[in-house]
């Protein structure tokens, strides 16, 4: 997530006129500062959740995102809601998707309802269903098949987010099941369903929404906690 900017118009290093002692660089823009990959956790204004103590694995940042029109006027900054990861970490070759074993969890903000950023209608509060949303979307985002070329993936992916998007809205259909976790090691109900792709629930914690997908993980053996400790997902 570091971000960095390209000087133009400069030499290589070596060539002459390149920049050095005797050439100091007088034009062009300077390198970005790298960007603190966890700077945007910090900036929210909610708790974030994770696998408790009991999960001894490894850890890593997910994203972050703000949605369009979620915040208020005064809360111009910051994050609407993130995934930690646990496991193994996103697969960079499709073949290797089927091996993960893997658990993130999604903490969303509580935002009430409001009017949309352009003042044309009305957003709704956020609730389970938008953690079992975003869940239920990581989990496609996370699972689809490889073997897919880039046309069938779209389409793949069109009809599995739309399936994704009718679930989400009816947590007490038939869809999903019943499912207690501890969170801050208390017990709490949770929505749950399996799929071939892997697992999804969703719920609520103190201060936060709270949604999770896995697959090669058991759900029925995790517990969430809040995080006192965000380095221990940077891996320091």
Same mark, same amino acid.
């Given at each position: 997530m570091d971000a960095t900017s390209r000087t133009v118009g400069t030499a290589p290093a070596g060539a002459p006129g390149a920049p050095g002692p005797e050439h100091p660089v007088t034009g062009g823009r300077k390198p970005a500062e790298p960007v603190d990959p966890m700077a945007p956790y910090q900036a929210a204004d909610f708790p974030w959740y994770g696998l408790d103590d009991g999960w001894t694995g490894r850890r890593w940042l997910g994203q972050v995102g703000a949605g369009p029109g979620i915040r208020t006027p005064q809360q !111009? +900054?910051? +994050? !609407?809601? #993130?995934? /930690?990861?646990?496991g193994d970490e996103p697969a960079k070759q499709p073949e290797a998707r089927d091996v993960r %074993?893997? +658990? &993130? &969890?999604? =903490? &969303?903000?509580?935002?009430? #309802?409001r009017r949309s950023a352009d003042n044309t209608g009305t957003l709704e509060a956020t609730s389970a269903s938008s +953690?079992?949303? @975003?869940?239920?979307? #990581? @989990?496609?985002a996370a699972t689809w098949p490889g073997q897919l070329d880039r046309a069938l993936r779209q389409d793949w992916m069109d009809q599995q987010s739309a399936l994704a998007w009718d679930l989400a809205d009816d947590l007490d259909g038939p869809g999903w099941?019943?499912? =207690? /976790?501890p969170v801050?090691?208390?017990p709490q109900p949770f929505r749950y369903r399996e799929s071939?792709?892997?697992w999804v629930l969703a719920g609520e914690a103190p201060g936060v929404l709270l949604g999770a997908?896995? %697959?090669?993980v058991s759900a029925y053996g995790v517990g969430f906690g809040a995080v006192a400790d965000?380095? &221990?997902? %940077?891996?320091r």
């Open positions: !111009d +900054a910051g +994050a !609407d809601y #993130g995934t /930690l990861g646990h %074993r893997f +658990a &993130v &969890v999604v =903490t &969303v903000a509580r935002r009430p #309802g +953690a079992a949303w @975003l869940a239920g979307s #990581g @989990l496609l099941s019943s499912l =207690t /976790l801050s090691g208390l071939e792709y892997g997908y896995g %697959r090669g965000l380095g &221990v997902y %940077r891996g």
